[in-house]
């Protein structure tokens, strides 16, 4: 499914520019502005402590094939804020110990 027209492609516009450009055309309203901002990471750190509770390398996988999504992106403000974010992840993971598949779910579910 993809969302975006198939005419920016045919300008040279860069996939991170159209990216953002869709983001901001679909998240005008505020309120959805401020969610995201707490149930993205979330969701994030959650999906990490799922995928850690399957096995830690499953998570460590995960978090490597992100980075290489948004080293391609060719942002590295991008790419160092999602180094920064899953260094938090990891060690929110790790924090949780035996607990990280229960809190995990909530989180999920909640967020």
């Known amino acids: 499914m993809d969302t975006m027209t198939d005419g920016t492609a045919a300008t040279g516009t860069r996939r991170l520019d159209q990216l953002l450009a869709h983001y901001g055309e679909s998240h005008r309203n ?4 401020a ?3 707490v149930a993205i990471p979330l969701i994030m750190v959650s999906l990490v402590g ?3 509770a399957l096995h830690p390398w499953v998570a460590y996988a995960f978090l490597a094939a992100s980075m290489v999504y948004y080293a391609r992106l060719g942002s590295w403000v991008f790419f160092g804020t999602m180094a920064v974010i899953s260094l938090l992840a990891v060690a929110i993971v790790q924090a949780l110990g035996d607990r990280v598949l229960p809190v995990s779910i909530v989180v999920f579910v909640v967020a």
């Open 50 to 52: 799922l995928m850690y």
């Open 30 to 33: 505020p309120r959805n502005g």
């Open 35 to 37: 969610i995201h901002c």
